[in-house]
């Protein structure tokens, strides 16, 4: 069982409807802010995703520490776009 509150340990990333409340602060140019409890996200220089991201692919993520919320931004070369697509064609065809 979970612990209420704030005292929960693991990190989680925000929902859909969060994610595209943060990108539409970037887009604007602005700080991004938690939309939870209004904080300022802090850029984390590498994604908790890196070990599941196809090789040549880099990102970070967007933190916030009170929430324990985090939002990775992955950008991608046309290298791991081929990689990740493949991956893809790879498991359709396994499952076949």
Request: charged fraction near 25%; proline fraction near 8%; include cysteine.
């Amino acid at each position: 069982m979970m612990r209420p509150g704030p005292r929960r340990s693991a990190w989680r990333s925000f929902t859909g409807r969060q994610r595209r409340a943060i990108q539409a602060q970037l887009a604007q140019r602005t700080d991004a802010r938690c939309p939870c409890c209004g904080e300022l996200l802090e850029a984390r220089p590498n994604t908790r995703l890196r070990a599941v991201l196809p090789s040549g692919c880099g990102g970070f993520d967007l933190d916030c520490r009170p929430c324990r919320r985090f939002h990775p931004l992955i950008l991608h070369t046309p290298r791991s776009l081929y990689l990740a697509r493949l991956q893809r064609l790879a498991s359709a065809v396994l499952r076949a």
